[in-house]
């Protein structure tokens, strides 16, 4: 079996394969104070709660953003996983062509992004996917990365309301009664979900413009069924792709 883990800035996202089928998966609360025997046991406790025990592990594939806990990870999957994990970065197999100014500065999360799409849904495609940042990401017909377009996540802006406006509140993203609110709450959620859609039904639209009809449009990421339940310009949700891009990039970098 594949552990599969992505650390983002917000959430650290782990997921188990038992050959290309996902059997379990947990998303946690990315914690920059917690330490290596932390997360050892951690991990222990979730394999225990799937049943599953560290002896059956094949393999740990890892991408991270988050460059001061990479190295913390790693220790706890060699000292209670038993584990070198395979970590993605600049060099490995990818199957893709990444297009960037410097592909050094492409996140491992994007890139197995692109490599899940390729390999699941195929190009033209934009991929967007909603964490800590949202980002689209253009992949075309012969799987070349592109690059994309990167903006605050909507977690973050309505943080950034909150703190640097003093009568709004904190407030949990969900779907006002209107669109036009009708106090302060409901206004935030308003002008947070409905105003994030219309920024992805654009980006979509000039996406299509230079992808060309035929492009796909998949999202991703924690928010993402929140965000097509209010358009139909999502066609695929693929709340585990990045997951699913390890798993694929584990298995070009292993191959049997």
Known sequence: MLLAIDIGNTNLTLGLYDGNNLTAHWRLATDHARMPDEYGLQFQGL??????????????????????????????????????????????????KVRYDDPRAVGADRIADAVAVMYLYKGPACVIDFGTATTFNAITK?????????????????????????????????????????????????????????????????????????MKVIATGGLAEIIAQETDVIQIIAPWLTLDGLRILWDLNHPL
Do not use: W
């Not at 025990?53 to 060699?78: D, F, K, Y």
């Not at 990167?150 to 640097?164: K, S, V």
């Open 47 to 96: 394999l225990q709660n799937a049943k599953r025990s560290s002896s059956e592990l094949t393999g740990i594939c890892l991408a991270s953003v988050v460059p001061q806990l990479t190295s913390r990870v790693i220790q706890a999957c060699r000292e209670y996983l038993n584990q070198n994990p395979f970590v993605v970065d600049v060099g490995i197999k990818t199957g893709i």
């Open 142 to 214: 012969d799987g070349e990365y592109l690059g994309g377009a990167i903006t605050a996540g909507i977690n973050l802006a309505a943080e950034a309301l909150f703190t640097r406006a003093a009568k709004l509140p904190r407030i949990d993203l969900q779907r006002p009664p209107s669109i036009i609110g009708s106090n302060t709450v409901h206004a935030m959620q308003s002008g947070l979900l409905f105003g994030y859609v219309c920024m992805v039904e654009g980006m979509v639209e000039r996406f299509r413009k230079e992808l060309g009809p035929a």
